[in-house]
């Protein structure tokens, strides 16, 4: 995670070659001293692509899930906790959104709004809703009659206090690992936007596109214009998979056992 954050911070400034330059001369080169991860089509160094394009699909990723968490956790916390007409708008949003495959629907969104990095990130937060939603729900249901809450009543509290000052923070820690554990699911869905065309727009280094561009040159010998990219991508995911499930360990010491 460390180094993620450090290349999507650092290594557009650090990379040994120009991204967007191309050179055909030095075309489907293969990885070697001067290229490390070769070259792509038009003479691109792949390296430098993949470390710029770090930074894109973690913005991309991060700026989407806080859209979510924020929509999702006012959603489903007033939701929870009020329960009532509220309850069951919330919970009729959120049904209506997963009556859909959600790639599919962000491929809707994205094809209607258009494929700019503003309408990726709300597509990919606008599937990752219900996942906060139902989560936030869940846990204000079940803590709008603790013992805590009641006190909070009964010293004068406002119902908006209490949500707000008292149910919010104690959900919080649950909902920061679900934002760990969705960032991979983001990070794949921009990717995969961008893969299928519908994504950040060429000649931008991203790593779908990548992918994209290197399959077809898979079958011809030049294997590494697509793994390199394709790489980077699973490691992000581990990544943020693996920082999730540890930080649900944290949050519950009960899986510690």
Request: glycine letters at 10%; one cysteine or more.
């Amino acid at each position: 995670f460390a180094v993620l954050v450090l290349t999507a911070l650092l290594g557009p400034a650090l990379v040994p070659h120009d991204p967007l330059a191309s050179n055909t001369a030095r075309a489907l080169q293969p990885p070697g001293a001067q290229h490390w991860f070769g070259t792509d089509q038009l003479g691109r160094d792949i390296f430098s692509r993949v470390v710029v394009a770090t930074r894109v699909d973690l913005a991309i990723a991060l700026a989407s899930v806080v859209l979510a968490f924020a929509m999702g956790t006012l959603a489903g916390v007033a939701a929870g906790f009020l329960g009532g007409w509220t309850e069951r708008i919330v919970s009729r949003l959120v049904d209506t959104i997963m009556a859909f495959p959600l790639f599919v629907l962000a491929m809707g969104i994205v094809a209607a709004l258009g494929n700019t990095v503003e309408n990726i990130v709300l597509a990919t937060a606008i599937i990752n809703f219900p996942l906060y939603a139902r989560v936030a729900r869940a846990e204000a249901n079940i803590r709008r009659g603790a013992g805590y809450v009641e006190a909070a009543r009964l010293a004068g509290n406002s119902e908006a206090r209490v949500l707000l000052g008292h149910v919010l923070p104690n959900i919080m820690p649950l909902m920061a690992v679900q934002c760990s554990l969705t960032m991979g699911y983001a990070i794949l869905n921009a990717a995969g936007l961008s893969f299928i065309g519908l994504g950040v727009r060429p000649p931008a280094a991203e790593w779908g596109i990548m992918v994209a561009e290197g399959a077809s040159f898979i079958i011809s010998g030049e294997w590494w214009i697509a793994l390199f990219p394709g790489l980077a991508l699973m490691l992000a995911v581990f990544c943020f998979n693996l920082l999730g499930d540890g930080l649900r360990d944290l949050v519950d010491p009960r899986r510690r056992t």
